[in-house]
């Protein structure tokens, strides 16, 4: 072989190396550049996801302690409505006591009644205005009477009890299906 050839074929071989080193080193670049790009990116990401923790942490701890508050604030109402209740009682056995035995006795106002005429009051065309004669003052209900009136009065107050805690019920039913706003606080829900 002659002394040219040996040498290009070393030439070549050497230049074929110094190629594949620097395309090496390039390459090496290349990849070294898009890894620092890809690590600065997912940085920014992991940052990102961070604020939108952070944010949804604290708008939960701002919805629990809203709830909190509602609840203590329920909870005193309730304590409330308990007591006004049970004082309500309280009077109303005092007061259905004291007139049963006629230690109270209840007045009605009443005013006196003078036909306008002799005949059938009905058939003698006389209105409202010409019932009462203008003298008033009260009458005192016996014990038996004034504590039906009373019992009647008391019935009452529980049947609006009763209908405020069913309308209650209705709408925390609604509330639990969705139909209207709102979260249900009732322990115990009415029949539908």
Known sequence: MSPYLITGIIAGALGIAIGGAALHTVDATRLATEQAAHARDNEINAQKLQAVSDAAA???RAAMAKQKEAATQIAALDTQ???????????????????ADGARRLRVAVTSFTPASSGNAADSGTSAGGVGAGAGGTAELSPAFGSALFGIVDDADTDARAKAEYLQHYVC????????????MLTTTAKE
């Open 173 to 184: 039913i609604l509330q639990q299906q969705g139909v209207i706003a709102g979260t249900c």
């Open 81 to 99: 409505l308990n007591q006004e209740k049970a004082s309500h009682d309280a009077d109303n056995a005092k007061n259905r006591a004291a007139i």
């Open 58 to 60: 604290s708008a939960a």
